[in-house]
């Protein structure tokens, strides 16, 4: 397995864990007071756009050459670390 490989498999699992995460804060947010919700969704809404947006990114990482997907990491990185503090941000407020 390539170091590619390796990282792929390794921010894949992550951003699955966080979506799992992301799943249970979606059935709290629905037992929330009526005047809340609104809130959650919209907190929920800007959870699901990072999320796609980090899983964009790690497809571009998977389907780039052996020599250049190492450039992607840094934007990878960044989007992860993105997603997981706002993800951190939501769950403390549920």
Do not use: C, I, P
Not at 24 to 29: H, I
Not at 56 to 64: D, G, I, N, P, Y
Not at 65 to 85: C, I, P, Q, Y
Request: net charge negative; glycine share 2%; charged share 35%.
């Amino acid at each position: 397995m390539s170091k590619q490989d390796v990282y792929v498999a390794k921010m894949k699992l992550q951003l699955d864990e966080m979506n799992v995460h992301m799943k249970e804060l979606e059935v709290k947010a629905t037992e929330a007071k009526e005047d809340a919700k609104a809130k959650y969704e919209e907190e929920m809404d800007k959870l699901r756009a990072q999320s796609k947006l980090a899983g964009a990114k790690l497809a571009e990482v998977q389907a780039a050459a052996e020599g250049s997907w190492h450039k992607m990491v840094a934007d990878m990185e960044n989007l992860r670390t993105a997603f997981t503090h706002s993800f951190n941000y939501f769950k403390s407020q549920v």
